[in-house]
């Protein structure tokens, strides 16, 4: 493909704000509309747009091409290193597919560490994971019911108690597990959820508190698992009208000395409801738990403690005992939209570190971002025109330029899993990130497209086919603006929607 990095210019039409990408520079008065088709209005009339003032301070990067002819239609900063934000996932998403295929699924295996005597496992019940995400609310529409399920093979294999507790086995994920460069102000929210090797409901807990008569406490129900992690209430209620200030809102928090407690406080009027959300601060131990609770509510008690200690190898005897049963997730082809339209970031580590594991023989992120890079090098994509800190571009240290994205698009688009990876991206008006964006426009329903949101950033990159039913790549970065988010997306909307008009 030839990428043309020149800024392409052409005769000036008048200053244009967005709508004139819309509606096409036009002629002199008393002069018909350029046609849609035209490319140099195009070009003149980004040119016009991002040489207002209030772009002066902005770092902005935009290439559009036609990668059936190989012509750039439109280039700027096209080289350029820029934060992604969740176009990185744009990437992750693609390795992953190509490197472990559509069918590649998780697998959670669940072994006995002692004897089975008349329906008693005499040791501790070991639980085996690799990352599995779909054990989720937002997958299986309720994080307990795989749970379930496993707590059902293990009923039919006759066992109905288990004197040393629940244990992990194994380490998929041995290194940190939050991202690099994560910030530590937001690990209690869930998109900072950190992910291990066993991840329940996508890293986070919901709390749904009703309020009940004035002076009382209100009612609280933790889930996924109603019975772990323990609550706190602080929290009261109020008359109803009552004014509640900004100081005294409900909020969810972990209790500062015990990680099996979280603390509920703050003031709800009488009679509403609201739900919080808090990320887990141990996420083996709070998916042990959930496994627990399905047990006992399948009639298999469980004795000893719940602990995240990992077995000791022993000569001549497999470390977690003997295996019973494995769960396996939907594969990859189902799990990758479930990533790439909400923008999931749990998802993107998961993947990094499973593309570490699977092809490099360690579960990290430094390995997976070895294996993103070797497979960015061999697409085309330059030694400088990438760095992969993490999986899902919450990492501010990620860097990447419009021609790397590019790159990888093209790539998809010409390899054997490109229907399944173009459905996984978010569509324009309909679903994902992008369900309220340009609708009733020509993009609406036609682009297929990952957005990317950070302080500072903002990112849109993707597929459109235009009038006439040519397809196009584009990537659209932008860093560092002091302008309101919805001026940069409206400068990105605007392009994208001119290029669905092009013929």
Same mark, same amino acid.
Not at 100 to 113: E, H, I, M, Q
């Given at each position: 493909?030839?990428?043309?990095?020149?800024?392409?210019?052409?005769?000036?039409?008048?200053?244009?704000?967005?709508?004139?990408?819309?509606?096409?520079?036009?002629?002199?008065?008393?002069?018909?509309?350029?046609?849609?088709?035209?490319?140099?209005?195009?070009?003149?009339?980004? *040119?016009?747009?991002?040489?207002?003032?209030?772009?002066?301070?902005?770092?902005?990067?935009?290439?559009?091409?036609?990668?059936?002819?190989?012509?750039?239609?439109?280039?700027?900063?096209?080289?350029?290193?820029?934060?992604?934000?969740?176009?990185?996932?744009?990437?992750?998403?693609?390795?992953?597919?190509?490197q472990?295929?559509?069918?590649?699924r998780?697998?959670?295996?669940?072994?006995?560490?002692?004897p089975?005597?008349?329906?008693?496992?005499?040791?501790?019940?070991?639980?085996?994971?690799?990352?599995?995400?779909?054990?989720s609310?937002?997958?299986?529409?309720?994080a307990?019911?795989?749970?379930?399920?496993?707590?059902?093979?293990?009923?039919?294999?006759?066992?109905?108690?288990?004197?040393?507790?629940?244990?992990?086995?194994g380490?998929?994920?041995?290194?940190?597990?939050?991202?690099?460069?994560?910030?530590?102000?937001?690990?209690?929210?869930?998109?900072?959820?950190?992910?291990?090797?066993?991840?329940?409901?996508?890293?986070?807990?919901?709390?749904?508190?009703?309020? =009940?008569?004035?002076?009382?406490?209100?009612?609280?129900?933790?889930?996924?698992?109603?019975?772990?992690?323990?609550?706190?209430?602080?929290? &009261?209620?109020?008359?109803?009208? *009552? =004014?509640?200030?900004?100081?005294?809102?409900?909020?969810?928090?972990?209790?500062?000395?015990?990680?099996?407690?979280?603390?509920?406080?703050?003031?709800?009027?009488?009679?509403?409801s609201?739900?919080?959300?808090?990320?887990?601060?141990?996420?083996p131990?709070?998916?042990?738990?959930?496994?627990?609770?399905?047990?006992?509510?399948?009639?298999?008690?469980?004795?000893?403690?719940?602990?995240?200690?990992?077995?000791?190898?022993?000569?001549?005897?497999e470390?977690?005992?003997?295996?019973?049963? =494995?769960?396996?997730?939907?594969?990859?082809?189902?799990?990758?939209?479930?990533?790439?339209?909400?923008?999931?970031?749990?998802?993107?580590?998961?993947?990094?570190?499973?593309?570490? &594991?699977?092809?490099?023989?360690?579960?990290?992120?430094?390995?997976?971002?070895?294996?993103? &890079?070797?497979q960015?090098?061999?697409?085309?994509?330059?030694?400088?025109?990438?760095?992969?800190?993490?999986?899902?571009?919450?990492s501010?240290? *990620?860097?990447?330029?419009?021609?790397?994205?590019?790159?990888?698009?093209?790539?998809?688009?010409?390899?054997?899993?490109?229907?399944?990876?173009?459905?996984?991206?978010?569509?324009?008006?309909?679903?994902?990130?992008?369900?309220?964006?340009?609708?009733?426009?020509?993009?609406?329903?036609?682009?297929?497209?990952?957005?990317?949101?950070?302080?500072?950033?903002?990112?849109?990159?993707?597929?459109?086919?235009?009038? =006439?039913?040519?397809?196009?790549l584009?990537?659209?970065?932008?860093?560092?603006?002091?302008?309101?988010?919805?001026?940069?997306?409206?400068?990105?909307?605007?392009?994208?929607?001119?290029?669905?008009t092009? &013929?």
């Amino acid at each position: 493909m030839r990428l043309d990095l020149n800024w392409h210019r052409a005769a000036r039409c008048a200053p244009a704000a967005a709508v004139l990408l819309v509606a096409a520079c036009r002629a002199p008065a008393g002069g018909a509309p350029a046609p849609a088709s035209d490319v140099r209005a195009l070009r003149t009339a980004l *040119d016009s747009m991002v040489r207002e003032p209030k772009y002066a301070n902005a770092s902005l990067g935009v290439l559009v091409v036609d990668p059936a002819r190989g012509d750039t239609l439109l280039s700027l900063n096209a080289g350029k290193l820029f934060m992604p934000a969740s176009n990185q996932k744009l990437l992750t998403g693609a390795v992953a597919l190509t490197q472990l295929g559509p069918d590649f699924r998780f697998s959670t295996t669940v072994y006995a560490d002692g004897p089975v005597v008349d329906g008693e496992l005499r040791g501790a019940l070991r639980v085996v994971g690799t990352g599995d995400p779909s054990i989720s609310d937002a997958m299986a529409r309720d994080a307990m019911a795989p749970l379930r399920a496993m707590a059902d093979s293990l009923a039919a294999r006759g066992i109905r108690r288990i004197t040393q507790g629940l244990r992990p086995g194994g380490d998929a994920f041995p290194d940190a597990t939050w991202g690099f460069g994560w910030s530590w102000d937001d690990t209690d929210f869930p998109y900072s959820a950190g992910v291990d090797e066993l991840y329940l409901n996508e890293g986070f807990l919901t709390v749904r508190v009703w309020g =009940s008569a004035p002076g009382t406490a209100p009612r609280v129900r933790v889930a996924p698992n109603a019975t772990f992690p323990r609550v706190r209430l602080d929290a &009261r209620s109020v008359a109803r009208g *009552d =004014s509640i200030p900004r100081a005294r809102r409900l909020r969810v928090e972990h209790d500062s000395t015990d990680a099996t407690l979280i603390v509920v406080s703050g003031e709800i009027a009488a009679g509403d409801s609201s739900t919080l959300e808090l990320s887990h601060r141990d996420q083996p131990r709070t998916f042990l738990e959930a496994f627990a609770t399905a047990l006992r509510e399948r009639g298999i008690a469980v004795e000893g403690p719940i602990t995240t200690q990992r077995p000791m190898p022993q000569a001549g005897r497999e470390p977690m005992g003997t295996a019973l049963f =494995s769960w396996v997730s939907p594969p990859l082809a189902e799990i990758l939209p479930a990533f790439e339209k909400p923008s999931q970031n749990q998802i993107g580590e998961i993947l990094l570190k499973t593309l570490g &594991r699977s092809k490099a023989g360690v579960g990290s992120a430094d390995s997976g971002a070895r294996v993103m &890079r070797d497979q960015l090098l061999a697409w085309g994509a330059r030694p400088d025109g990438f760095i992969v800190r993490d999986g899902s571009g919450l990492s501010r240290y *990620d860097v990447v330029s419009p021609e790397t994205i590019i790159r990888v698009l093209d790539a998809m688009r010409t390899g054997p899993h490109y229907a399944l990876f173009h459905r996984s991206l978010p569509i324009a008006g309909v679903d994902g990130t992008v369900r309220n964006r340009m609708r009733g426009t020509p993009a609406a329903g036609n682009v297929h497209a990952k957005t990317g949101t950070l302080n500072m950033v903002r990112s849109l990159s993707g597929y459109v086919t235009t009038a =006439s039913g040519r397809p196009l790549l584009f990537s659209l970065l932008a860093n560092h603006f002091t302008v309101p988010t919805r001026e940069i997306d409206a400068l990105h909307e605007a392009i994208v929607i001119r290029l669905a008009t092009l &013929r």
